[in-house]
């Protein structure tokens, strides 16, 4: 992104505080007027900082496209799986009502709840790796739970998932 147009605006009333907004593509920085040009310097580059972190892409690229969630699928079969999970479609769906997520092993399909699109890159690949194992196993009886815990955050990542249900009061489950 290119640098934007930087308009520094001093304010006799304003004692302590810095801010800066975005102005179509001039970035408004206002300061107190009694801040030196150093200061003033270094302010602009703060906000101009902090600006551009605050508009970078929120979430990482497995979580923009059905393509990239495929992808990590694949990943993470390699890993847990030895590359045996082997999904026809992985795919962001809308929010679901019960589920985070789904899959039906006949067809190889997993549905992944665009709830958990902000969640924790490892949540996520919880959830993915949790849908993966139904390919092997359908139930959700021990063997299935054995193939699932080579995760290694499993317990952490159903903790987070149960606490960000009854936060929102969604009620949702695993499965």
Request: charged share 30%.
């Amino acid at each position: 992104m290119a640098e934007p147009r930087v308009e520094v605006r001093r304010s006799k009333r304003r004692t302590r505080t810095v801010t800066a907004y975005r102005d179509g593509d001039t970035l408004i920085v206002q300061i107190p007027a009694r801040l030196s040009k150093k200061e003033e310097a270094h302010w602009v580059a703060e906000m101009q900082r902090r600006l551009l972190r605050s508009e970078a892409p929120a979430r990482p690229p497995a979580r923009s496209s059905d393509a990239t969630l495929l992808a990590r699928c694949q990943e993470l079969s390699a890993k847990y799986f030895g590359g045996q999970c082997d999904p026809a479609s992985v795919r962001w769906v809308p929010p679901m009502r019960t589920r985070w997520a789904s899959c039906t092993p006949i067809d190889r399909t997993i549905r992944i709840s665009e709830r958990l699109r902000r969640v924790p890159a490892w949540v996520l690949d919880y959830v993915l790796v949790h849908e993966l194992a139904h390919l092997l196993e359908p139930g959700h009886g021990p063997q299935f739970w054995a193939l699932v815990r080579q995760y290694p955050r499993t317990d952490r990542a159903v903790g987070y998932l149960e606490g960000l249900s009854a936060a929102a009061g969604w009620g949702l489950t695993e499965d």
